[in-house]
């Protein structure tokens, strides 16, 4: 019954810890494509097929559904994935429609018409892949009407984290929030479109100021899975170990989690 969790390298492991907590009995398969890692500065076809060879391999471990825990792969791949590509019994889903729901309070899975919301002002910050797939806006016009949307592409931001310089990436959140504040000023909501944002998440709030509502994925991606399941529960996969997975050196991607997380986590060759 595993469900595979995919990222381009560490972030993704915010939406597993996530989904580990809200779903406590659910084998997850994670898998970081480190060695190919970031996919922020990839072109979209080359995201496209870096993703696709990534789910087949969590589909090999018995994972029939498949978390894109990646913003940037999510972005620029999954439309396409499942247009074009993806088999009828199989599942990929993205982490954007989680946190749109959430903005706009729609319920899970409500198709109705798109409508006005209470919130017109939005900054999303995410990578620069992200940015220019324009992914974001395009899945909230099909749920909202009368939306502003300013982008701020944030690079370097995942680089620091994932080295692990915590000064240095607070200190470009805060060059990326005072660049958005210049051409949205009042914005009422600010979407933290990476999953590496939430190890971040108090540099954005104290940049954007305390009326600014910071949405985070990871707890929203762990409910919106929880229901997927329990109206869908033919897609729980075969699988039954729980195990992370990586395409780079397990060894160093082991300690690089194990300080990203602060907990040990070992990591196995994909």
Partial sequence: ????????????L??????????????????????HAPYGVRTADDIFDLTCAAVERLWAEGCDLVILACNTASAAALRRIQEKWLPADKRVLGVFVPMIEALTERQWGDNSPPRRVAINQ??????PATV?????????????VGVDVEAQPCGGVVD???????????ALVTSHVEALLR??????????GCTHYPLVETAFQRALGSK?????????VAESLADYLERRPEFLGRGTESKFLTTGDP????????????????FEAA
């Fill in 1 to 12: 019954m595993a469900v595979g969790v995919f990222d381009s390298g560490l972030g993704g």
């Fill in 14 to 35: 915010t939406v597993h810890q996530a989904i580990a907590a809200r779903l406590p009995d659910l084998p997850l398969v994670y898998l970081g494509d480190n060695a």
């Fill in 122 to 127: 939005v900054a999303l910050f995410a990578t």
């Fill in 132 to 144: 220019a797939s324009r992914a974001f806006q395009r899945e909230l016009a099909f749920r909202a």
């Fill in 160 to 170: 620091a984290i994932e080295m692990g310089d915590e000064i240095l990436a607070e």
């Fill in 183 to 192: 051409r949205m000023p009042h914005p009422e909501a600010a979407i933290l």
């Fill in 212 to 220: 600014v509502q910071v949405y985070s994925q990871a707890g929203l």
């Fill in 251 to 266: 060894v160093r991607v082991s300690g690089k989690a194990t300080q990203f997380l602060r907990r040990s986590i070992r």
